[in-house]
């Protein structure tokens, strides 16, 4: 029986990131270059200066290039008005130089204003691009035309050649075609080879960007009126007569956070935390690749967060809540909504389990408690803790 398929590999940039590297590109393509040479060079250094106005590149970084004319290549890009100096071609070949590019200079008028993390994304995707095995020794032409192609995919590896690909690239296609580097073509349009499929720029058309833009303003119009109606107080006889109608198991929870001496939650917060019904938080597609990552850099985060809810339970006599788990592992940077699918995603996996709509109820999970990681006086099946909060959860229902 042959092995499974490997698991596709996660797209390297988001919609906006992809957005960015498509100004890159075609940036290069309206500078006044007149090789293929000198566009992928600029390509290179553009991205490396794109925030501070100098990139650096080394004579090893101008050679992995693998230029036909590495000296034609710098010409031109001096002629257009960058400040290239001699010794990235005669000089120490491991010692940087620094191109500056005028355009870049931070300022009013400053080109492709970059933020950091924007800025790092692309330029390692555009990197992958250039070395993907496909067309990795292939000729300079068709590792530019990679670029852009690869560029202007949507998510399902469809894509339509763009007005400003470099016409020198044209007769490259073919090549990427023979390659795997796409998977068929038709006149402009073209599939891209499913090896290849994460270095997508997730390209989207004009329609699909105001779709989407009508739909964040429709989910922030829900943010801001349930932001409205969180401004009805609960009061204490309303209070008080909701914990009356539940269990003695919630009851017993509800007043473990109400009492908690450490948290110290107002009344409103706890009052609203297990009164309303929590509205899901909106996960737009960036989120979810910010998540991709995110969890690739923290791959023992649920074991971490088993660890960390035991130890809050021993001094808080209850569970972590989202924000509260997130910022006690110093988790701190994450967005709400990433921070929502991070924290389901460890509850999916099994590291952490809770008793959902109930609030504070994060605890060790299945796979938590198969490495020891219990609650005192929980062991691998059903402890205490667990019957406590699956009560709780039926009383609510």
Known sequence: MSPPPPAPLPFLLTSRQGEAARELLSYVAGLPLTSVDAQLLAVVVAIRAARAGVG???????????????????????????????????????????????????????VLPLGKGTRSKVSGWAMRTRIAKPVKKASPAARLAALFLAAYCTDELAGEAPDDLPVACYAAVPVLLEKGFLAEISG?????????????????????????????????????AAAAAELVEITPAEWAEWKSGVSPALLRHVEAVEQCAVCRCSFVRVAKAFMSVPSPVPAPRPAAGDHDAWRDAHPDCGREAAAFTVA???EHGHGPSYGQLCKGLGWKKLSRSVRGLVVSGIVADGWLAETAPVPWTLRPGKAA????????GQGTGQGTDQGTATAAARSTR
Do not use: C
């Open 312 to 314: 809050f339970r021993a």
């Open 188 to 224: 402009r349009t073209y599939r891209l080879g499913p090896a290849v499929r994460h270095l997508a720029g997730m390209f989207r058309t004009p329609e699909e960007v105001a779709e989407l833009a009508a739909a964040e303003a429709e989910r922030r119009a829900a943010r801001e």
């Open 369 to 376: 408690q198969a490495q020891g990681i219990v609650l005192p």
């Open 56 to 110: 650096n590149l080394t004579g090893t970084d101008l050679r992995s290039l693998r230029l036909d004319d590495p000296e034609q290549a710098v010409a031109e890009l001096a002629a257009a008005g960058w400040q290239v100096p001699g010794s990235l071609l005669d000089g120490d070949p491991d010692k940087p130089s620094r191109i500056i590019v005028p355009e870049m200079t931070p300022g009013p008028d400053h």
